[in-house]
């Protein structure tokens, strides 16, 4: 078995645990949200309610681990993990919806050069992929989260 085989129940893992824990860190208030499952890149267009909305923000945050395996227990996932890549998302995404009413999220597409493993959250457009970096010898995770708002 392969170590990017091994890798993709992990991100299944953070993925289904990063959908659990947002809807308590994004506190969307007065602000719509809408998710475009379709993939689409930044500068991408998504129509809402006879509007065009352009998703021209990407935000990406990284966290290099050398084991992920010590995080063997769901609370320290959530605390040494999934929070620390969702708070970066979450950030950008509460200083983008002040003031605005309409906040739009879409599932990014692959990129050019992506290695890994990759799993989505399912309504909020935000990417997880984890790969290996054999010259560290880090296993990295990265959050990546493609909106636009109105």
């Known amino acids: 078995m392969s170590f990017p085989t091994l890798l993709q129940p992990t991100a299944d893992r ?20 809408v998710y475009d499952p ?9 129509e809402v309610e006879g509007k065009e909305v352009v ?26 993990v999934i929070d620390r890549g969702l708070l970066p998302i979450v950030t950008a995404l509460s200083k983008e919806i002040m003031g ?10 692959p990129r050019k050069g992506d290695r890994g493993v990759v799993a989505h959250l399912e309504g909020y457009g935000i990417r ?16 990546e989260c493609l909106y636009g708002s109105v």
Request: charged share 25%.
């Open 14 to 33: 953070f993925a289904t645990l990063a959908a659990a824990r947002i809807p308590t860190m994004l506190q969307l208030r007065s602000t719509q949200h």
């Open 100 to 109: 605005k009413r309409l906040l739009v999220t879409r599932r990014p597409a």
């Open 55 to 80: 998703l021209k923000h990407w935000r990406r945050a990284e966290q290099p681990y050398r084991d992920l395996n010590r995080f063997a227990t769901d609370e320290r996932v959530m605390q040494h």
């Open 128 to 143: 997880i992929v984890i790969h290996f970096d054999s010259a560290k010898e880090d296993t990295i995770v990265a959050w």
């Open 38 to 46: 379709t993939a689409g890149d930044v500068n991408s267009v998504t």
